[in-house]
């Protein structure tokens, strides 16, 4: 939703404009013709007529092309930040998962993501694996080599599993004071 407002408005704004220069530099036209072959002198006004319209019309329309550009760079930095996050959270990410998260298209999310990569590359890193996959790496992992790109082990602590490794530990003290005691012969 970032960005879409200023878009929208944007839009509607710069519709608004071409109307009301389509409508007022018609206007201002006809009414020319007709004050010229009627009375000259009121020609005058048709020209402050199209002065009015070309005096409303074009800062419509520069206003909706900056509001559309502002509502479209609002929408890429938020989509950015949500790429860097993501890439905090996961370490590396590829362009399919990163289009699910973003609610976009592949190419879209592939884009934006070589991009950053492009743009920051002490931030986002591209990589290709053996198979040819692209995957993009966080700032985390950006100066890691890509063998150690594997995902940590995941372990439950608790109280239970403690209590496991302690008595596991002795076992093997156990074990490594045994082997080293040998009977005498």
């Given at each position: 939703m970032a960005g879409k407002p200023s878009k929208i408005g944007g839009v509607v704004t710069g519709v608004l404009g071409w109307l009301v220069l389509l409508f007022g530099l018609s206007i201002?036209?006809?009414?020319g013709v007709l004050f010229?072959?009627?009375?000259k002198p009121l020609v005058a006004l048709a020209a402050v007529l199209m002065a009015i319209s070309l005096g409303i019309g074009i800062p419509l329309?520069?206003?909706g092309r900056a509001l559309r550009r502002s509502g479209t760079d609002v929408e890429r930095q938020t989509r950015e930040q949500a790429l860097l996050s993501l890439l905090s959270q996961l370490g590396r990410v590829s362009a399919v998962r990163a289009a699910g998260a973003l609610g976009v298209r592949v190419e879209e999310a592939d884009a934006?993501?070589?991009a950053l990569a492009k743009g920051q590359p002490d931030r986002v890193a591209l990589d290709?694996?053996?198979d040819g996959a692209v995957w993009y790496r966080g700032a985390a992992l950006a100066h890691?080599?890509?063998s150690v790109w594997a995902a940590p082990a995941r372990v439950r602590v608790g109280a239970?599993?403690?209590q496991e490794q302690g008595e596991a530990e002795g076992?093997?003290?156990?074990?490594?004071a045994k082997a080293g005691e040998k009977p005498a012969t």
């Open positions: 201002a036209l006809g009414l010229y072959v009627l009375w329309v520069w206003g934006l993501l070589t290709v694996d053996e890691t080599p890509a239970r599993a403690a076992e093997s003290e156990e074990a490594e």
